[in-house]
């Protein structure tokens, strides 16, 4: 009989043939269950649509009155980059929620008023003090969302890999530096140059749309959405900040 088949023949090469034929038909099963299983998933129905994400985005939070500049920028480029207004004359039509004691809020519709007709003047448009027949209207309304239900957000992009970084950096300076405390100066650092940009997102937004109206017709409409502070309602909707409760009064009577 040849040599090689006397090794073909030998029990432990029948062994491992085998063994091999084995994991190569496991291997064939694992993939026929796992392509039957990602059918089925596609193949399943369900009587309420798949909760999923918006892909990944940004939005700023308002919360100082240069803030409040930059929009007013953003609005007098954006009117004066329209062919339709730009060379309208503009009534800037005050805030009509605006409260009239200045100290109850409404700031920001009195301050964007003022920063908008600034931004405008200075690019050269014409804002008049009082409407007229050639004018054309511009109105300023501010909407509050407030959420009072939000589910799971996920946190700022990056933040987990920030913070998984700082622990791996700090530990090893505990075994290689002789002062543990200085481990924890690369987390800082790294701290200290990533969190410029990070903020809470908050449950209080608002909307903020700004219109250029001739009559019936709308010229112009910009709508811009932000974060706010909810303690900083007062600026944008004072007429739905909670009231504190009314004090009760005791009146004494004299019985003599």
């Not at 369900?46 to 909760?51: E, F, G, N, V």
């Not at 939005?59 to 500049?69: E, P």
């Not at 980059?81 to 060379?87: L, Y």
Request: aromatic share 8%; proline share 7%; net charge neutral.
């Amino acid at each position: 009989m040849p040599a090689f088949l006397r090794s073909m023949l030998r029990p432990q090469n029948t062994l491992r043939s085998r063994a091999s034929a084995l994991r190569w038909l496991r291997s064939i099963a694992v993939g026929a269950v796992a392509i039957t299983l990602g059918g089925c998933f596609y193949a399943n129905t369900s009587q309420a649509p798949i909760a999923t994400t918006y892909p990944y985005t940004e939005q700023q939070r308002m919360q100082a009155a240069h803030h409040w500049n930059v929009l007013a920028q953003h609005e007098a480029d954006g009117i004066l980059a329209n062919s339709r207004v730009r060379f309208r004359d503009l009534y800037l039509q005050p805030d009509p929620d605006a409260p009239a004691n200045e100290n109850h809020g409404g700031e920001f519709g009195r301050g964007f008023q003022d920063l908008l007709t600034s931004q405008l003047v200075s690019r050269g448009a014409t804002v008049t003090t009082e409407p007229s027949a050639q004018s054309a209207t511009v109105r300023v309304n501010v909407e509050v969302v407030n959420h009072r239900d939000r589910g799971y957000i996920r946190p700022p992009r990056g933040a987990f890999t920030a913070l998984a970084g700082g622990v791996a950096v700090a530990t090893h300076p505990f075994n290689h530096w002789s002062e543990p405390a200085l481990a924890l100066i690369p987390a800082a650092i790294t701290a200290d140059i990533t969190s410029g940009s990070w903020t809470y997102t908050g449950d209080e937004e608002i909307i903020v749309t700004t219109q250029i109206v001739d009559g019936e017709r709308i010229l112009y409409s910009s709508s811009n959405i932000y974060y706010t502070n909810q303690g900083d309602r007062r600026h944008y909707a004072p007429h739905r900040v909670p009231k504190p409760p009314a004090t009760p009064t005791v009146s004494i009577t004299d019985s003599w």
